[in-house]
């Protein structure tokens, strides 16, 4: 679901946040960071809306994305099935474990992921040339979709190209399969990106979270 210029005004402090966070990679993990937590917390106005399609939620993961000429990238079709904790608690159905940017990630049994919802801060235009997400819809309510069968899963769903104006900001649930290209024009595509869940991990297993 798109939400055009929901957050337009508090886009200087998008500009900030990502003065801060200017790694050449992928996308950096942002974790222990206030002012950001402020920005998405459930009171705040993202973190509002959140709510209203998922009661209770909170911010459990954001992570910054920058394409640029010098830093491009492809993203094939897929599911995100890991989460972020904060220290390491063997449990059952949690596994593989790995650390991203000193972050510790595990992969939860897919109820955790079906009942997140992601949210996508868009801090630049994203036109056709521009690497927009694309999205298979109703994917996510297909359950988990092992690697190899990907490609028959979208191949029954119809796709959404998400286009966005700077300020726009877009939902969609966390187990959706998605992908998107290489960005065709030298023009930056900052994405903030932020999951949300109202879940409780077990057995002292604990959100990473952002503060």
Same mark, same amino acid.
């Given at each position: ?58 911010? $459990? =993961?954001?992570? *910054?994305?920058?394409?640029? +000429?010098? @830093?491009?990238?492809? !993203? ?6 890991? &989460? ?34 992601? $949210? =996508?801060?868009? *801090?630049?235009?994203?036109? +056709?040339? @521009?690497?927009?997400? !694309? ?6 309510? &297909? ?69």
């Amino acid at each position: 679901m798109r939400f055009a210029d929901a957050v337009a005004e508090t886009l200087p402090l998008l500009e900030k946040l990502s003065s801060r966070y200017n790694e050449v990679n992928a996308g950096t993990r942002i974790a222990r960071d206030a002012a950001l937590y402020d920005f998405v917390s459930p009171e705040s106005d993202v973190g509002r809306l959140v709510c209203s399609f998922l009661p209770n939620a909170r911010p $459990v =993961r954001a992570i *910054l994305f920058n394409k640029t +000429a010098q @830093n491009n990238w492809a !993203l094939g079709w897929h599911q995100d099935r890991t &989460i972020c904790v904060r220290e390491r608690v063997d449990t059952g159905g949690f596994g593989p474990w790995s650390t991203k940017h000193g972050i510790l990630h595990v992969e939860p049994p897919f109820e955790y992921i079906e009942g997140m919802i992601t $949210v =996508r801060l868009h *801090l630049d235009k994203v036109s +056709a040339a @521009n690497a927009p997400l !694309l999205v298979a819809n109703g994917s996510h309510r &297909i359950g988990k979709v092992a690697a190899g069968d990907i490609r028959s899963a979208i191949a029954k769903c119809p796709t959404t190209t998400c286009f966005a104006a700077s300020g726009d900001v877009w939902l969609y649930s966390t187990p959706i399969i998605h992908a998107s290209e290489r960005s065709m024009i030298d023009h930056p595509r900052r994405v903030l990106q932020v999951d949300y869940s109202a879940d409780r991990l077990p057995n002292g297993l604990e959100w990473t979270g952002i503060c």
